[in-house]
């Protein structure tokens, strides 16, 4: 009976409009999204040729990652050139240039963005109307008057419906990555292969999260309509209001400038400033040094609030699994610190600069750092589980029956 309901549930839900229209916006966007980085990616690397350090230049820039094209990040951090030759100013600039003026108005179309707000939408509009839907138009008393069990009718949506949006999410993002193998010939080897199927489980894992939501709230409210309402507000406010509204807070509280202010501050500072040029050169690195401390500060505090939520865990374990995540932080500002502090050293002593070294971290530290993450949507998850069940066992499917639909 169990295996019945969850064919029911999957035939019902591949065999509707829903499906074919979801699966067309999903692919489009994602087709589009891994063509748009991967063009990204590509200007990053030969901006990287062009930038790169020559021997005995003073200069450091990081070669971009091809799995920015899942997750973004903080990859237009770690890709900045540290440039030396206007010592003892010293200049950082992105690898990338801005594509056009709305670049800075609108947030990069990674996968990771993809799933975060479309997934999530599409996986609520898959379960809003899954319980008093069929409540109210009657399935739910005959299934149960022809021998199923609400546990079996329970089972058969939450299997049914996860392979559905499994479907919806794989095939687009299947087919994204092999037109980057087969069109573009683009650079897979095993870890990279190995990172994107990790990235992919952590994606289903979120998407059946808001499935799990979505399907909770069908099962406490009596009309699909004000199912729908309540689900276009569970996810506006779990995916923008609140992570937006903690977001600001704590950047109010800390009063972190912005990476652009910061240079421009520093640049005109030492031009203007009557000062040695060595007390100069110190007074920047101290700078340099006490603003990575505070944004590693602050990243530590926001993501101790914004896991969380679910997209904000997410977030952090997409970018994670990438190397391109806030762990990544704490490597990255050391190395440039180092590099600094030697090039300065080095032209006081008359030596040669010392080689710019930065490692990304191992795909096993990432998992460790990527664990407060996925537990966080493991919780969510399994709670939204539990609730729906309470849920379903109070739900009187001969009263939703009734009515007009």
């Known amino acids: 009976m169990i295996r019945t309901l969850i064919r029911k549930e999957i035939a019902g839900h591949l065999l509707s409009l829903r499906f074919s229209l979801a699966l067309a916006l999903f692919s489009a966007v994602t087709l589009t999204s891994v063509l748009a980085m991967y063009r990204q990616y590509e200007q990053r690397a030969e901006d990287y040729t062009l930038c790169q350090a020559r021997a005995g230049e003073p200069r450091a820039s990081i070669p971009p990652v091809l799995t920015s094209v899942l997750a973004w990040g903080l990859e237009d951090v770690t890709g900045r050139t540290v440039d030396l030759t206007q010592a003892p100013a010293v200049l950082t600039f992105p690898l990338q240039s801005p594509l056009s003026l709305l670049d800075g108005f609108f947030p990069i179309l990674d996968l990771t963005y993809v799933v975060r707000v479309i997934g999530a939408l599409v996986a609520l509009g898959f379960a809003f109307d899954a319980v008093c839907g069929e409540g109210r138009g009657g399935t739910l008393a005959l299934s149960l008057a022809a021998g199923a069990s609400r546990g079996g009718i329970l089972l058969g949506k939450l299997v049914g419906g996860s392979v559905v949006i499994a479907v919806l999410f794989l095939l687009p993002v299947l087919v994204g990555l092999s037109l980057l193998r087969v069109g573009f010939a683009a650079p897979l080897d095993a870890e990279l292969v190995l ?211």
């Open 195 to 405: 990172r994107a199927l990790l990235w992919a489980a952590a994606s289903l894992l979120y998407l059946v999260c808001f499935y799990c939501l979505g399907l909770l709230v069908s099962a406490l409210v009596a009309t699909p309509k004000v199912a729908l309402m309540g689900c276009l507000v569970l996810w506006t406010t779990l995916t923008f209001i609140v992570p937006g509204t903690l977001t600001s807070l704590l950047r109010l509280e800390t009063g972190l400038q912005s990476p652009t202010r910061f240079e421009q501050v520093n640049f005109y500072t030492v031009r203007l400033a009557a000062k040695p040029r060595e007390a100069v050169a110190e007074g920047q690195l101290q700078q340099r040094e006490a603003r990575a401390q505070a944004m590693l500060a602050f990243s530590h505090r926001a993501l101790s609030a914004l896991r969380l939520l679910p997209g904000p865990a997410y977030v952090e374990v997409g970018t994670t699994l990438a190397g391109t995540g806030i762990g990544q932080m704490p490597a990255y500002f050391g190395a440039v610190q180092r590099f600094l502090r030697g090039a300065q050293q080095g032209r006081q002593a008359g030596t040669s600069i010392p080689a710019f070294a930065f490692q990304r971290a191992s795909l096993g530290a990432c998992l460790q750092e990527a664990a407060a993450g996925i537990l966080s949507l493991l919780i969510w998850t399994s709670t939204a589980c539990w609730a729906l069940t309470r849920a379903w066992a109070r739900y009187d499917v001969r009263v939703k029956e009734a009515g007009p639909q």
